[in-house]
C-alpha cells in the first residue's frame, strides 16, 4: 500500500514481482483484520505472536517478520531451491506489513468510535417482502421477518457481548489461517504456497465449518471456480456442497409440526427419515402430500440460523468499515464504496432466510419465464399454504446437479441455463442471484424440462434503464467498440462523466479483451502474459511487469472508477454459471456466448434505447455511417446462433459472414417472425429510401431510352420538351391533412410503422370482429393520381432528380447485392435497364410464380414449361436459380409471416408514394392553376 511509483530506472531488486505483490496485500489484509481486534478491549487473539498488549490495542514486532523461517510465530519451511524471494524482499515485505499494521490500528480506533449502523433498504436491488403484515414485525427472538434497518439495530443494542464473542471467534479462527499464507508467500513465494495447496485448502474448509453458514456460503461461491483455484482447493471446497453436517431429524420434524401449526401427519403421508440435503442454512426432506401421489421437498430452516447471521453481519459490516478506512486513506481517488457492497450482500444473506418471501419469488419468476416462453427450464410449483418464514414446502424435482454431468452434457446444458439467466436479467428484469451448482440439476423427467431452476431466496431487480445500459455494454464489448463502452459505464456509475478517456480506452483495451476471449482467469492470464510479453521461461519478465504494474498503478491512481452495490449480486450469479461452464467447455466465454441473445433482443424490441442501439449496429456507430447489408446479414445471423468471429476468435466480425450461415428460407421466416420486430421497423425508412433511389434510377434511364429510340423530325420540336397529359401521384385528402398535422412534413418512420401495425392486425384478426375504432387508411385509400398537362422533361426533372454521387455508388451496391444473391435478372431491374432488357421482368416474374407462390399446382405446371423458353441465353451461373429460392421461401412462410410481409411491403410502397407525390406536387398545383385560369 506505501510502495512508491515504480520508475524505469528503479533498481531490479526494487521493481515489483508477482509473488512479492502478492505477499504485500496478503500482508495488508491480516494487518487490518488484526489490528481490528483493537476495538475490543482484553480478548484474547490466538495463534498470533505479540509482544504486549497496551489499552487493549495489539502491536507486532517488526523483527517478528524480519526472522527468516518465522512469521508472526509460525513455523515455515524455505529451501534454496523453493526460495522466490531475496532476504532483502523479505525484509522490505516485513516493513511493509508493519506500516500496514500502524494505518490499521489508527483506522480501526475511528471506525470504533462511530456508531455502525445496519445496511439501508431503500438503496437495495435486493427483492424483499412488501406484505404490510409482515413489514416492521419481529420474531421471538427480536429479528424482524421482514429485513428492517432500524429493527437490526434494536437488536445489535441488546447483543453486544455476543457480537464481541462472534468477533473474537471470526478473528481466532482467520489470523492464523492469513499469517501462515503470508508466511508461505514472504519465504518462497507461489511455489513455496503451491507446494502446500492441499493443507491450506483443507484449513480454509474447516475453518469456513467452524464459523458457520456465512462462511460456507463464501466457500460453496468458490467452489465452482476451476480458473481462480488450484484443483486441490476445489475439491476440499466442493464438500460444503454436500457435506454440511445436518442438525437431528427430530428437531427438524419439532420444526416442520410448530410451522405447521397442526400434526405431521395431518399434511404428510409418510417423510424421509433422514435428510436428503443439507445445506448451510437449511436442509431438505423428502414428503408425499396426505391422500395424493404429488411428493413435495420440505425446506427446513436450520434452529438459530438468524440470530448467526445477524451477528456476522455485525462482523463483517465491521471489517468492511476498516478497509474502506484504508482505502480512503491510501486510495482516496477510488470511488468504489466497499460498505456499500457488503450491505447489499448482508441484506441478500438476511432476506435469503425468509422463506414465504423465497416461495413468493419461486412463483413470480415461474410465471415470468412462463410468458417469455423460455424453453427446457422448469421452476417447481411452491405450496404456499404450507409454507412459512422458517419452512418451505415444494414439488419435488428428480434430477442431479448440472456439475455432476459428464463435460459434453454440461456445454450442452449451461446453454439452456445462459438462455434462461439472461431472459432474467435482460428482459425482464428480476434475476435469480445464487445459481450455484446444487440449484442447477438436469431433470429425469424431461417432459417438463431439461433443467431445474431451485432456491429462489436471493433474488434481485435491475431496472430498465440499468437493462439497457448492459445491452449497450455486451454490443460495445463484442464490438470491441471502447469508446462507447466508456458512455456504458458512466451510465452505469462505474465511471465519472469527467474521466480522461484518453487512459480509459487503451486500458479498456488491455483488460477487457483477454476477457471477452473467454477461457476463465487461467486464460486471462495467459493473455495476459502474451499481450505484455512475458513468457513462462521469464523472459520480458522485466519490462512487462513494469509496464503492467506502470497500468495497473495507472487505473489506481488516475482513473476513479466505482463498482455499484448490485454488481456485487450480479458478479455472484455470473461468477457460478461461467465456473461451471468452465468445466464443460474450458474456452467459455460469457460476452460471446451472449450475444446471439442479445442480437434477438435488438432485433425484437422497438423501444427508443434498443431501437437506437440497433442502429449503432447495423450503421456502424456514428451519426456519418452507412447502413450495410452485409452487416444486417451477420445481425440476423447472430441472432439466430451463428456468430461471425474475428481471426482470433474474440469479438464479432462485421466484415465477412460466417461460413456456416443459415439457408434464405430460415434467414427470411426468422425476419418476418414476430422476433425481429424492431427490426422491420428500422428498416422500413432504409426500404423507402432505397426503393426511391431505385425508381429514380429507372424513370431517369428508361425516360432517356425512350425518347432516343423516337424518331425525330427536324422541322418538329423536342417532344420531350412538349407537355403532354400525365396522372400525377398524389395523396387522398385526408392523408394530406394528416401530413400538415405532422408539422407540416411527413413523419415517414412514424406513419408507416401505424401501417405495419395497422396492416399485421387486419391480417391476423376474425373476419366476424367487427371494430368501432377508426381505422388508419389503407395504401389505396391514401393513393390518388391527379390529371396535369405537363412537359415529360419537368416531370422526370421533379419526380426523380439526378442521383448525388454517393446515392449512385449506393444504387450499384444494391445492384452487385442482386446480382450475387438473385440473379442477372433481379439485378437488370434494380439497374433500371427494364426498357433496355424488356424480358428480365416476365422472367423474373415467372420464376418466382412457378416456384411457389399461391397459384394453382395447374398453372405452376404451365408456368414451369414456360420459364425455359423465356430463360434461353440467361446465365444460370450467376445465380438466377436464386430467384426461385426466394419464391419457394415465400411459399413455405406461415400466416403470421405472410401478414407480417405484406404488411412490410405496404410500408415501404406507402413511404416512396409520399416522397414520389410530394415531389410532384408543385406540378399538380402549378397545373391546377394554369387549367383555372383557361
Not at 432456491?455 to 434503464?465: C, R
Not at 462523466?497 to 486471462?524: E, H, N
Not at 394453382?856 to 450467376?878: F, I, K, N, W, Y
Request: aromatic share 6%; with cysteine.
Amino acid at each position: 500500500l506505501m510502495t512508491p511509483r515504480i520508475t524505469s530506472s528503479a533498481s531490479p531488486l526494487l521493481r515489483p514481482r508477482g509473488p512479492r505483490l502478492v505477499a504485500r496485500v496478503c500482508l495488508a489484509i491480516l494487518a487490518a483484520i488484526s489490528i481490528c481486534y483493537a476495538a475490543y478491549p482484553g480478548q484474547e487473539l490466538r495463534g498470533v505472536g505479540r509482544e504486549r498488549a497496551v489499552s487493549g490495542s495489539v502491536s507486532f514486532r517488526a523483527e517478528t517478520f524480519r526472522r527468516p523461517g518465522r512469521v508472526a510465530g509460525v513455523r515455515v519451511r524455505s529451501s534454496a531451491v523453493d526460495n522466490e524471494l531475496s532476504a532483502v524482499d523479505r525484509m522490505r515485505n516485513a516493513g511493509m506489513a508493519a506500516a500496514a499494521v500502524t494505518a490499521a490500528e489508527a483506522v480501526s480506533k475511528a471506525v470504533s468510535m462511530r456508531k455502525l449502523e445496519a445496511p439501508d433498504l431503500d438503496k437495495t436491488f435486493i427483492v424483499v417482502d412488501k406484505d404490510d403484515e409482515r413489514i416492521g414485525k419481529v420474531d421471538e427472538v427480536g429479528l424482524p421477518l421482514v429485513y428492517d434497518k432500524e429493527l437490526i439495530q434494536q437488536y445489535w443494542a441488546k447483543q453486544s457481548g455476543a457480537l464481541n464473542k462472534r468477533w473474537t471467534e471470526f478473528l481466532g479462527q482467520s489470523v492464523p489461517f492469513l499469517t501462515k499464507v503470508a508466511g508461505y508467500l514472504i519465504t518462497g513465494g507461489a511455489a513455496e504456497l503451491q507446494k502446500h495447496d492441499v493443507e491450506l485448502a483443507r484449513d480454509a474448509r474447516i475453518i469456513m465449518e467452524k464459523l458457520g453458514p456465512t462462511y460456507i456460503k463464501l466457500g460453496q461461491t468458490l467452489s465452482v471456480r476451476p480458473d481462480v483455484l488450484p484443483q486441490a482447493a476445489l475439491d476440499e471446497l466442493a464438500i460444503l456442497q454436500d457435506g454440511v453436517k445436518p442438525f437431528p431429524t427430530t428437531t427438524a420434524l419439532e420444526v416442520i409440526e410448530r410451522e405447521l401449526g397442526m400434526p405431521l401427519g395431518a399434511v404428510f403421508d409418510e417423510i424421509s427419515e433422514e435428510p436428503v440435503a443439507a445445506a448451510s442454512l437449511a436442509q431438505v426432506y423428502r414428503a408425499r402430500l396426505a391422500g395424493t401421489d404429488q411428493y413435495v421437498a420440505i425446506k427446513v430452516q436450520r434452529p438459530g440460523i438468524p440470530e448467526t447471521v445477524s451477528k456476522d453481519l455485525y462482523v463483517l459490516r465491521r471489517a468492511a468499515e476498516v478497509y474502506q478506512g484504508l482505502i480512503d486513506r491510501f486510495a482516496p481517488q477510488q470511488k468504489t464504496d466497499y460498505v456499500a457492497l457488503l450491505n447489499e450482500w448482508a441484506v441478500g444473506f438476511y432476506t435469503e432466510l425468509d422463506f414465504t418471501n423465497e416461495g413468493k419469488n419461486q412463483m413470480r419468476l415461474k410465471k415470468l419465464l412462463q410468458e417469455e416462453g423460455v424453453p427446457d427450464v422448469y421452476i417447481p410449483h411452491v405450496y404456499e399454504e404450507y409454507s412459512t418464514r422458517k419452512l418451505l414446502v415444494s414439488e419435488w424435482v428428480d434430477g442431479i446437479k448440472l456439475s455432476q454431468c459428464d463435460p459434453d452434457e454440461i456445454e450442452t446444458l449451461i446453454g439452456i441455463g445462459q438462455e434462461c439467466f439472461l431472459t432474467q436479467l435482460l428482459q425482464v428484469g428480476f434475476f435469480h442471484s445464487d445459481p450455484h451448482p446444487g440449484n442447477l440439476l438436469k431433470m429425469t423427467d424431461t417432459t417438463k424440462g431439461k433443467i431445474a431452476l431451485l432456491d429462489f431466496g436471493l433474488m434481485a431487480s435491475v431496472k430498465q434503464e440499468d437493462i439497457d445500459l448492459m445491452v449497450n455494454a455486451i454490443i460495445h464489448l463484442a464490438n470491441k467498440d471502447y469508446p462507447s463502452l466508456v458512455d456504458d459505464f458512466i451510465g452505469l456509475n462505474i465511471l465519472p462523466a469527467d474521466c480522461d478517456r484518453t487512459k480509459v480506452v487503451p486500458l479498456m483495451d488491455k483488460a477487457l479483451s483477454p476477457y471477452v476471449k473467454g477461457g476463465g482467469a487461467k486464460k486471462y492470464e495467459e493473455e495476459l502474459k502474451k499481450m505484455y510479453g512475458i513468457e513462462d521461461s521469464g523472459r520480458g519478465a522485466v519490462g512487462g511487469f513494469q509496464q503492467m504494474t506502470q497500468d495497473a498503478l495507472t487505473v489506481l491512481n488516475d482513473i476513479p472508477f466505482s463498482i455499484p452495490p448490485y454488481f456485487a449480486l450480479l458478479a455472484r450469479a455470473i461468477v457460478t454459471l461461467e465456473g461451471v461452464a468452465l468445466t464443460g467447455n474450458p474456452d467459455y466465454g460469457i460476452i460471446m456466448e451472449a450475444y446471439p441473445f442479445v442480437a434477438r433482443k435488438l432485433l425484437k424490441e422497438d423501444r427508443p434505447e434498443i431501437q437506437r442501439a440497433l442502429q449503432q449496429v447495423l450503421y456502424g456507430g456514428g451519426s456519418g455511417g452507412k447502413f450495410g447489408a452485409q452487416r444486417l446479414s451477420v445481425l440476423l445471423n447472430s441472432a439466430m446462433g451463428v456468430v461471425a468471429r474475428t481471426g482470433g476468435g474474440t469479438f464479432v466480425d462485421f466484415d465477412s459472414i460466417p461460413d456456416d450461415a443459415v439457408g434464405l428460407g430460415t434467414a427470411l421466416k426468422f425476419f418476418l417472425s414476430n422476433r425481429t420486430d424492431s427490426l422491420r421497423s428500422l428498416l422500413i425508412e432504409e426500404a423507402v429510401s432505397a426503393s426511391d433511389i431505385l425508381l429514380r434510377q429507372g424513370i431517369r434511364k428508361a425516360t432517356g431510352q425512350l425518347t432516343s429510340s423516337i424518331p425525330r423530325l427536324p422541322f418538329l420540336p423536342d417532344p420531350y420538351t412538349l407537355p403532354v397529359p400525365l396522372l400525377l401521384p398524389s395523396l387522398s385528402a385526408a392523408a394530406a391533412a394528416s401530413n400538415f398535422a405532422d408539422n407540416e412534413t411527413p413523419n415517414a418512420e412514424k406513419k408507416m410503422k401505424t401501417e405495419v401495425e395497422a396492416a399485421a392486425e387486419k391480417a391476423s384478426s376474425s373476419p366476424s370482429v367487427v371494430s368501432t375504432e377508426p381505422q388508419p387508411q389503407t395504401p389505396q385509400q391514401r393513393f390518388s393520381l391527379a390529371p396535369a398537362l405537363v412537359t415529360p422533361k419537368d416531370f422526370v426533372d421533379t419526380a426523380a432528380p439526378k442521383l448525388s454521387r454517393e446515392e449512385e455508388l449506393y444504387a450499384l451496391s444494391l445492384a452487385d447485392l442482386a446480382q450475387q444473391t438473385l440473379g442477372p435478372d433481379a439485378a437488370a431491374l434494380v439497374r433500371g435497364d427494364a426498357f433496355a432488357e424488356p424480358s428480365a421482368a416476365p422472367r423474373l416474374l415467372i420464376t418466382l410464380a412457378a416456384s411457389g407462390g399461391q397459384l394453382s399446382p395447374d398453372l405452376q405446371d404451365a408456368l414451369r414449361s414456360v420459364a425455359p423458353t423465356l430463360m434461353a441465353g440467361v446465365d444460370a451461373v450467376e445465380g438466377s436459380g436464386s430467384v426461385g429460392d426466394v419464391g419457394t421461401a415465400v411459399a413455405e412462410l406461415d400466416e403470421s409471416e405472410r401478414a407480417n410481409l405484406s404488411a412490410f411491403v405496404q410500408a415501404v410502397v406507402s413511404g416512396v408514394w409520399e416522397r414520389l407525390a410530394g415531389r410532384v406536387a408543385p406540378l399538380a398545383a402549378a397545373a391546377a392553376v394554369s387549367g383555372g385560369r383557361q
